[in-house]
């Protein structure tokens, strides 16, 4: 496996729509857009305009997540961006801790038949690092707290606990939001 993890950018709309788009067009997926812009926006684009919508967030400057690549195939994805520029900003569930200018890691997806290979964690780490480089202080991320036990796979997008601070994320604080009947948390990887 040569496994490479790189921000997600204009030439990669095809790419994400193999990882989160639907397979027909005019299907209402998530696109991974419901944390990543207004709720009321999210709920009102429909079918084709929402991978237009991702197909624009890709044109910007800073990228709306990252992809992993094993040789020519897309493997994998993760969500995440400026926290300002999020949903999380005004979450109730999800509490700020403090001021400062964090990054939200929201989902972390690897495509069927890739699993269990370590792809997860390479998306987690690659993510950072995207952070870093466009100048992050910290990275945030709300995993479920499941206890090793078994996660619904629709639900696992979120990550867990063991995830996260495999890779250098530690403990916050709880949270209020709760996911597949899982605790979430919040944890933080400081890149000061």
Same mark, same amino acid.
């Given at each position: 496996?040569s496994l490479v993890?790189t921000?997600?950018?204009?030439?990669?709309?095809?790419?994400?729509a193999t990882?989160v788009g639907p397979?027909?067009?005019? %299907?209402n997926?998530?696109?991974?857009l419901?944390?990543?812009?207004p709720?009321?926006e999210n709920q009102?684009l429909?079918?084709p305009?929402?991978g237009e919508?991702?197909r624009a967030l890709?044109?910007?400057?800073?990228?709306p997540g990252?992809? %992993?690549?094993?040789?020519?195939?897309?493997v994998?994805?993760?969500?995440i961006?400026?926290?300002s520029a999020t949903?999380?900003?005004?979450?109730?569930?999800i509490?700020?801790v403090?001021?400062l200018? /964090?990054?939200?890691?929201?989902?972390?997806?690897?495509?069927?038949?890739?699993?269990?290979?370590?792809?997860?964690?390479?998306?987690?780490r690659?993510? /950072?690092?995207?952070?870093r480089?466009?100048?992050?202080p910290?990275v945030e %991320?709300?995993?479920v707290?499941?206890e090793?036990?078994r996660?619904?796979?629709?639900m696992?997008?979120?990550?867990t606990r063991?995830l996260f601070e495999a890779?250098?994320?530690?403990?916050v604080?709880?949270?209020?939001?709760?996911?597949?009947?899982?605790?979430?948390?919040?944890?933080?990887?400081?890149?000061?």
């Open positions: 496996m993890v921000a997600a950018g204009p030439g990669s709309f095809a790419d994400v990882m397979k027909r067009p005019d %299907a997926v998530c696109w991974c419901s944390y990543r812009i709720s009321k009102a429909a079918g305009a929402r919508r991702v890709l044109a910007q400057d800073v990228p990252v992809l %992993a690549h094993d040789g020519e195939d897309v994998g994805w993760a969500g961006h400026p926290r949903t999380f900003a005004r979450n109730r569930r509490p700020h403090d001021d200018d /964090v990054w939200s890691l929201w989902c972390v997806r690897v495509r069927p038949g890739h699993r269990g290979r370590g792809i997860a964690h390479a998306l987690v690659g993510a /950072v690092e995207v952070a480089e466009h100048g992050a910290a %991320a709300y995993p707290d499941n090793g036990r996660v619904n796979l629709t696992a997008y979120v990550g063991k890779n250098g994320f530690e403990f604080t709880t949270t209020t939001s709760v996911l597949d009947g899982f605790p979430r948390v919040l944890l933080r990887h400081d890149l000061r």
